[in-house]
């Protein structure tokens, strides 16, 4: 099983601040996916095949990466980007989600 | 509008059963794969099974193999999950998700089960 291991565990960024969440694989996926949950909600699909954006994204969220090492990029920091983002590999299974990151909003 | 709505959820005693339902509307349920995801209280996302269209392919997650069974009725546009011989941690919100190209695009609000004496 491939473990995803998310930083930082918890966050506070705020308004207009960059914010990168890294998630690291235990071993190399094609693409890496990422989540977006707010408290109270199910999760929606928010970044796809490493680098895309889902519908209705803005676009100033961003993924990178390759191999085992991915990020998540808010390139200002907006109140209604508060919230728990996890990453998710499904290059093997078992599928695997990180643990998440809690981002608040400082 | 896409919509997944669960149900079954409920307290249930250790070592006994429950059957979950998820009914799909708003898209075609039968063309794509559907998925069990679940989140135990204030914890993160932990996938439990996986059906593909057709039902030829399942894949179940290890902490659940050989105790749940997922299964689908495309007449009746609903995804199923039976679960037995039920333990505290399997207390949890299980989502049901549609899969497209790797991603769980469509999420349930969820149906809570907690299991306990």
């Known amino acids: 099983e491939i473990v995803l291991t998310q930083s930082p565990t918890t966050m506070a960024a705020s308004p207009g601040e960059k914010v990168t969440i890294t998630c690291r694989a235990s071993?190399?996926?094609?693409?890496m996916y990422w989540y977006q949950q707010k408290s109270g909600a199910s999760p929606k699909p928010w970044i796809y095949e490493t680098s895309k954006l889902a519908s209705g994204v803005p676009d100033r969220f961003s993924g990178s990466g390759s191999g085992t090492s991915y990020s998540f990029t808010i390139s200002s920091m907006e109140t209604e980007d508060a919230a728990t983002y996890y990453c998710h590999q499904w290059s093997s299974t078992p599928p695997t989600f990180g643990a998440g990151t809690k981002l608040e909003l400082k | 509008e896409v919509q997944l709505v669960e149900s079954g959820g409920g307290l249930v005693q250790p070592g006994r059963s429950l059957k979950l339902s998820c009914v799909a509307s708003?898209?075609?349920?039968?063309?794509?794969?559907m998925n069990w995801i679940r989140q135990a209280p204030g914890k993160g996302l932990e996938w439990v099974a996986y059906i593909s269209s057709g039902s030829s392919y399942i894949y179940y997650a290890e902490t659940v193999k050989g105790r749940f069974t997922i299964s689908r009725d495309n007449a009746k546009n609903t995804l199923y999950l039976q679960m037995t011989s039920l333990r505290s941690e399997d207390t949890a919100l299980y989502y049901c998700?549609?899969?497209?190209?790797?991603?769980?695009?469509?999420w349930g609000q969820g149906t809570l089960v907690t299991v306990s004496s």
């Open positions: 071993s190399s996926v094609s693409y």
């Open positions: 998700a549609s899969f497209n190209n790797y991603v769980f695009a469509y």
């Open positions: 708003g898209f075609t349920f039968s063309n794509y794969g």
